[in-house]
């Protein structure tokens, strides 16, 4: 499993950005993406995830209406992105792109990471 993260960067409060996961390598029995964040000293949060064929999706509450999560297959890959709006100071953390193989997406403990990247709001 290849799981490749692009599109972090800096914003100011109520702006917007666009992240990209990349996942490659994916047994067929991989069923569920996801982004979540972390910062330094907090716990690992999920914000949004979504089945790969795209039947649902699932949001934190402190991202519900502001960010939206998609998918696009191409070839052998998986495509997720995340699209920010309405950027707040709290959006602030790495973030991750996750794969797992859970029948039932959702934001809890998943199993395939990538790097991470970072989202600074000012």
């Known amino acids: 499993v290849q799981l490749v993260e692009s599109g972090g960067g800096s914003a100011q409060a109520g702006g917007s950005l666009r992240l990209s996961c990349v996942g490659s390598r994916f047994p067929s029995s991989m069923n569920c993406m996801g982004w979540f964040r972390q910062v330094p000293g907090k716990e690992r949060e999920g914000v949004a995830a979504?089945?790969?064929?795209?039947?649902?999706?699932?949001?934190a509450d402190s991202v519900k209406g502001r960010f939206t999560i998609t998918i696009s297959q191409d070839n052998a890959q998986n495509t997720i992105y995340l699209q920010m709006n309405s950027l707040k100071p709290e959006d602030t953390a790495m973030y991750y792109c996750?794969?797992?193989?859970?029948?039932?997406?959702?934001?809890?403990?998943?199993?395939?990471w990538g790097q991470g990247t970072q989202v600074t709001v000012s």
């Open positions: 996750a794969a797992d193989r859970r029948r039932v997406c959702g934001l809890g403990r998943y199993t395939d």
């Open positions: 979504i089945a790969i064929d795209g039947s649902m999706t699932y949001y």
